[in-house]
């Protein structure tokens, strides 16, 4: 049986995630998953990818907001229901869709914190950016993730790969939404549709990885792994490939434990695994 073991969501895109036991799935993907974002002074979106730092600002969810707390600063609460300046467009991506700074003492936190200048923005609930139509059904989609509403990650997976390595590297590296054990390393490559707790995901394409992996998430150094790992098997069309992503069709709510049922498998045969070598090879 394949089951959910793990749940993560990133309030703020590219912070550190938080370990959830349940979530409610909306329609742009899991509550409150990246529905902040950080940006420049011009307000052009900011990632780990060229500020590591950003790994070190830890969220969490309280009651009644996001508390962000970070080893220099005292703890900022952003509140759920907190007054916000009027609307514009913002870039995500390819993508333009609209948000909404929230005030300047919270972008005073953050640039101090940082140490760059920097601004928070978030997506209200009228602000629908759709996923790419390529890939999903009209209508689809998500918050400021940077295309898809979920990554689907296999603990199978993680572990095939931390066998071809000298140093294990821990699931948070890849900053998946939902995690799940049972099946053999990489079956998530080939699902099409599955079930979890009445909801329908769809695969919509493998996750090309980026430098953001070789990020350590407690201490924001920067290494050479997993990517070169990774790219001695897991390459296609040039990216290098681990975990896929979904879309969805309807709401509800999952919960580690959940069954996930897989009820069609892609026809195409997406990714071929290699023998793997040895590690003195």
Known sequence: MLQVSELFIYPIKSLGGISVQSAVVTTRGLQHDRRWMLVNEHGLFITQREFPQMALLKARVEPNGIAVDHHSKSTLLIPFNCERKPLQQFAVWDDTCMGQYVNDEFDQWFSDALNMKCRLVYMPDDSE??????????????SFADAYPFLLIGQSSLDDLNTRMAQPLPMNRFRPNIVFTGGNAYSEDLMNQINIASITFYGAKLCARCVLTTIDQQTAIKAKEPLKTLASYRMKNNKIMFGQNLVHENTGTITVGDELKVLSTHQDERFIIPQKPSLTA
């Open 129 to 142: 950016r759709e996923v790419d139509q390529r890939y999903a059904k009209p209508g689809m989609i998500t």
